[in-house]
């Protein structure tokens, strides 16, 4: 955290009479969240309440964490930004949107972990659950590949097909549930732009914890890059993926997104192409790409206890290769945002 930042903020942001500044509740005269004390040393979604105008508090750019734990940089004003971190036993999603007039808001906010299947969960064919971010793909994803690690085992060129033929079944719709999809394959489609020196706006801090933002102000370099690397996380679990979306308020419309990153954790996790005939503690990479895909075409999470056939519920176990068919309701979920 930029402590200079945060001091010049307050006295930028002067406090009305009789608020102490250490009160991250009070508000100022025009119904604001006053700004945070300079003596904070982490910008929590109570410490800056909904409705503090962060551009005024010199905040944009600074971390955040909202609740479940995930970090995030706050974006330019009319600019939201999601993060939503996969685990093994559960998921997390949370946002953070600034409007146009500078006020910050926690949409969307998402927790779901230690949840299992159960027996009277619908088949993938017949169950219509789904979510959105309220956000989608105005027109053809673009994306690049980074050009550091590879899962163990991939060259580029695999690693590049594995995600490429999973762009495909997302555009596609493809499933076993003979259902034919209902939007055009035409607006889920993607295009690679091949392998770039960027990184995804993923950044590790010494917290612990890697947030969405890449450390400039603005926390993003507006190319969706998906890459390999570390992913790291304070508790006793590290995600097998994470997924960063940017997005653009539309009036009267879903929002327009902007910038979607990808990491896939190969620090932590092994990913492989076809399921090895000895597997264990290893992860469909395929799979896992659909997921995350899914997520940066603006859909959401469904519930792992009540829909965990869907390919959009909050858990993958190892060597499980089921995600890698759309079930009924996250066709139904694309239609909705795409149809």
Same mark, same amino acid.
């Given at each position: 955290?930029?402590?200079?930042?945060?001091?010049?903020?307050?006295?930028?942001?002067?406090?009305?009479?009789?608020?102490?500044?250490?009160?991250?509740? %009070?508000?100022?005269?025009?119904?604001?969240?006053?700004?945070?004390?300079?003596?904070?040393?982490?910008?929590?979604?109570?410490? @800056?309440?909904?409705?503090?105008?962060?551009?005024?508090?010199?905040?944009? &750019?600074? *971390?955040?964490?909202? #609740? /479940? /734990?995930?970090?995030?940089?706050?974006?330019?004003?009319?600019?939201?930004?999601?993060?939503?971190?996969?685990? @093994?036993?559960?998921?997390?999603?949370?946002?953070?949107?600034?409007?146009?007039?500078?006020?910050? %808001?926690?949409?969307?906010?998402?927790?779901?972990?230690?949840?299992?299947?159960?027996?009277?969960?619908?088949?993938?064919?017949?169950?219509?659950?789904?979510?959105?971010?309220?956000?989608?793909?105005?027109?053809?994803?673009?994306?690049? *590949?980074?050009?550091?690690?590879?899962?163990? &085992?991939?060259?580029?060129?695999?690693?590049?097909?594995? *995600?490429?033929?999973?762009?495909?079944?997302?555009?596609?719709?493809?499933?076993?549930?003979?259902?034919?999809?209902?939007?055009?394959?035409?607006?889920?489609?993607?295009?690679?732009? &091949?392998?770039? #020196?960027?990184?995804?706006?993923?950044?590790?801090? /010494?917290?612990?914890?890697?947030?969405?933002?890449?450390?400039?102000?603005?926390?993003?370099?507006?190319?969706? @890059?998906?890459?390999? &690397?570390?992913?790291?996380?304070?508790?006793?679990?590290?995600?097998?993926?994470?997924?960063?979306?940017?997005?653009?308020?539309?009036?009267?419309?879903?929002?327009?997104?902007?910038?979607?990153?990808?990491?896939?954790?190969?620090?932590?996790?092994?990913?492989?192409?076809?399921?090895?005939?000895?597997?264990?503690?290893?992860?469909?990479?395929?799979?896992?790409?659909?997921?995350?895909?899914?997520?940066?075409?603006?859909?959401?999470? @469904?519930?792992?206890?009540?829909?965990?056939?869907?390919?959009?519920?909050?858990? *993958?176990?190892?060597?499980?290769?089921?995600?890698?068919?759309? /079930?009924?309701?996250?066709?139904?979920?694309?239609?909705?945002?795409?149809?």
């Amino acid at each position: 955290m930029r402590l200079s930042t945060l001091a010049a903020a307050a006295a930028a942001c002067l406090l009305p009479v009789g608020l102490l500044a250490a009160d991250a509740s %009070a508000s100022d005269a025009d119904g604001r969240s006053a700004c945070p004390s300079p003596v904070a040393t982490t910008l929590t979604d109570e410490s @800056v309440p909904e409705g503090t105008d962060v551009e005024a508090c010199g905040l944009v &750019g600074e *971390l955040i964490e909202v #609740e /479940g /734990g995930l970090e995030l940089q706050i974006p330019e004003p009319g600019v939201t930004l999601t993060m939503e971190a996969y685990y @093994v036993d559960g998921a997390e999603m949370a946002s953070v949107r600034v409007a146009a007039d500078g006020s910050i %808001a926690y949409p969307d906010e998402q927790i779901s972990a230690g949840s299992q299947l159960t027996a009277s969960a619908p088949g993938a064919c017949s169950d219509s659950a789904f979510t959105t971010k309220d956000a989608e793909q105005a027109g053809r994803w673009n994306w690049w *590949l980074g050009d550091g690690v590879r899962p163990a &085992g991939l060259t580029t060129s695999e690693t590049r097909d594995a *995600l490429k033929e999973a762009l495909t079944w997302l555009s596609e719709g493809h499933n076993n549930c003979n259902i034919t999809p209902g939007y055009s394959e035409y607006a889920v489609s993607a295009y690679y732009n &091949g392998v770039s #020196e960027l990184e995804s706006d993923f950044h590790l801090y /010494g917290d612990g914890k890697s947030v969405c933002g890449d450390g400039s102000l603005d926390g993003r370099d507006g190319k969706s @890059v998906v890459d390999f &690397g570390n992913l790291d996380d304070p508790g006793n679990t590290t995600p097998l993926a994470a997924e960063c979306t940017w997005t653009l308020p539309q009036p009267f419309n879903k929002n327009n997104i902007l910038e979607s990153d990808v990491r896939f954790n190969t620090t932590d996790k092994s990913f492989y192409y076809n399921k090895p005939s000895s597997c264990s503690n290893r992860f469909d990479l395929r799979g896992v790409a659909l997921h995350e895909f899914g997520h940066s075409y603006g859909l959401g999470h @469904v519930s792992e206890s009540s829909h965990g056939n869907l390919t959009m519920s909050t858990q *993958l176990d190892d060597c499980d290769n089921s995600q890698r068919t759309l /079930g009924n309701g996250d066709l139904l979920g694309l239609k909705d945002i795409y149809g």
